[in-house]
């Protein structure tokens, strides 16, 4: 790799739950000239690659799919892939981001049914236990940070009870925006799948589906009686190339975006150094975030600050203001948020994200700009 | 953007059939900090690449999508939009990635038959012909290059043949291994979808799956009884995210991988300059390659100059190398190449790309490195 390191040119700090800012190694990364995918050169990165998103998750026996697309491809290898047409699909349901999964599930033939919380809540563990009893379900489906509202599920109690209720189910966690910045311990918690993308915790740009399976996921996949419903999605076609790049050989299905992958890999190798010091600093910043908004007159839409995300922060804004006023302003003094995206109270609250390098490298001084923009923000 | 201009290590020529050389200013694009995918920035960038995508088609009314994934995703994107299960698909087979659209066809429940060219030729288009009048298809699927031996179909005459014995049947072109290195018109050709992937002839690294879909074959998609049968794939989820951009709004299905489509809008805007100059440098670049290959012993796969691709070159290793001495070879004198991949002669030849600015920018030399390689590969 050549020494150049990329400076950024100045820009407003992108704080949008994804993508997010990133390292002057990740584009540095992502700007090599491509190589061949299938030359040992690369082959050594996808592998470290795979070994460093095991260590993410704390998995030692989980295998790791990298495949050009977004979060939501994660999803299509989860319907297609372990769940055959009619097979029952419990999901635990805090909003956007689970009717989008069920609407995938559907999509491959599961028979859905939901547990719902209400908005800003989670669902009670004495409801999902409910539900388990009903009915045999195939997988279980819980989101872990729903992105449109910010709430954080606890992950570890749900497979806890449906690992006790139904002991062969599959637990599956979407982790599109968890992963690197809440826990996730998937063989202490024996949770089956995580799936999540590029763009959030994990400090790269878009345009990566990572999911890491568990050892019991892919014997049921090996078990399926009827043939897979996908193709580009079908663990049939890349479960063979994982494997090979994972003992260090090369093999081919489709292209692999080796670009990104530079880029993935070069924030894994920052995000490895301290995973647990990166967790407390997401809380760390999280904490201020929402302390500042508080005082300010933002309600939180999670109800309580036990299941508020550490890495986003969904607020209404303060009495008197809206939306549309209120971001352009906080664009003004240089931070670009997102806007609602739950239907019920899509006009009401606006989306902060504060992941990655935003709350790790304190030099930036972004969590201070974050601050400073939400207090002019409702200065009359 | 900032005016730093990136300047590529030092490194071997990439000479395989995609990914590519790609110019600095296509690595300058990639290395920009991540914006968010639904400002007016972005979705600016965006619709300017739908646009000089439908220029390099030579289409004003296709619709372009454009999506995280590899070229491979386009066949899933035909498979569970355009074929409802059950209906018949017809391949026009000539190799390797015939079989792989197949799998897929029928993976979402088509009925697939073949016409098959023997290995290094064409179809006769009186057996495309025969075939058609036999059974009534939805789809005929052709590769245009076959990467695995470099044939070239002429799609033109395919496409005339189909409509012709059935003016209702889509006409699908799987240009991974053509576009922006061989000509294709698709308004005058008639043609109904074209797909294909970043890292070949549109010279991006790889990471987007890019698919133009006729007026035709979104009224038939539109038309369709049964739900689309894929979830990441699908076009119920993707046209009215496509729709929005082209009109000059954002809209939200899955996040687009922003640094990649800053990249690709790069590398269309050297294309767009002048397209028909660039299919005939391609094709002047094929001539003296394949005519230096020629010399040394080396025999084309394709079985006449006329059926041969100008972004590629598929060579059996003259009598008493091997391919497994001949590439360290040749990477020793700069360029790397690409090995067989056509099962049937897998160990016997080697595949050369020369595509994008390879073949283009002639101050880089690239076309005069192969040509000294392959001189050195066969020195005793």
């Known amino acids: 790799m050549p020494e150049s390191k990329i400076q950024q040119a100045p820009h407003k700090i992108l704080a949008i739950p994804g993508p997010i800012e990133v390292t002057n190694e990740v584009l540095d990364a992502i700007s090599q000239p491509p190589m061949s995918h299938v030359s040992p050169g690369f082959v050594k990165i996808f592998r470290e690659c795979m070994d460093m998103t095991r260590q993410v998750l704390y998995t030692t026996t989980g295998m790791p799919f990298i495949i050009a697309g977004s979060g939501t491809l994660g999803w299509d290898e989860v319907s297609s892939n372990l769940v055959e047409p009619g097979e029952a699909a419990l999901v635990v349901n805090t909003g956007y981001f ?61 497979a806890k009870i449906a690992r006790k209720v139904s002991p062969e189910i599959l637990v599956i966690v979407d982790g599109v925006c968890s992963v690197a910045s809440e826990e996730i311990r998937m063989d202490d918690w024996d949770i089956d799948v995580v799936l999540t993308a590029s763009q959030k915790g994990l400090g790269t740009p878009p345009g990566l589906s990572i999911l890491v399976a568990s050892a019991r996921a892919i014997k049921v996949f090996e078990n399926r009686k009827v043939p897979v419903t996908s193709y580009y999605a079908s663990w049939q076609k890349w479960l063979p190339i994982m494997r090979a790049y994972d003992s260090g050989s090369p093999a081919y299905f489709a292209t692999p ?124």
Not at 104 to 130: M, N
């Open 257 to 380: 975006p080796v670009n990104m992958v530079y880029a993935y890999h070069a924030s894994l190798k920052q995000i490895t150094v301290g995973l647990e010091e990166r967790f407390r600093a997401h809380q760390r910043a999280s904490e201020r975030i929402k302390a500042v908004a508080k005082q300010l007159g933002y309600t939180q839409i999670p109800k309580r600050p036990s299941i508020a995300a550490n890495g986003m922060t969904a607020i209404y804004v303060p009495d008197g203001f809206a939306p549309k006023e209120i971001i352009p302003r906080l664009t003004e003094h240089g931070i670009v948020v997102a806007g609602g995206l739950h239907k019920e109270v899509k006009d009401k609250y606006i989306r902060i994200g504060h992941m990655g390098t935003s709350v790790v490298d304190e030099r930036r001084g972004d969590v201070e700009t974050i601050e400073k923009a939400l207090k002019a923000s409702v200065r009359k």
């Open 98 to 158: 689970g009717d989008g999964f069920s609407d995938c599930l559907r999509a491959y033939g599961a028979s859905v049914d939901h547990v719902r919380a209400p908005l800003g809540d989670v669902v009670p563990s004495i409801e999902i236990e409910k539900a388990l009893k009903k009915r045999k379900y195939k997988i279980i489906v819980v989101t872990h940070v729903d992105t449109s509202t910010g709430v954080l599920s606890d992950v570890k109690a749900v």
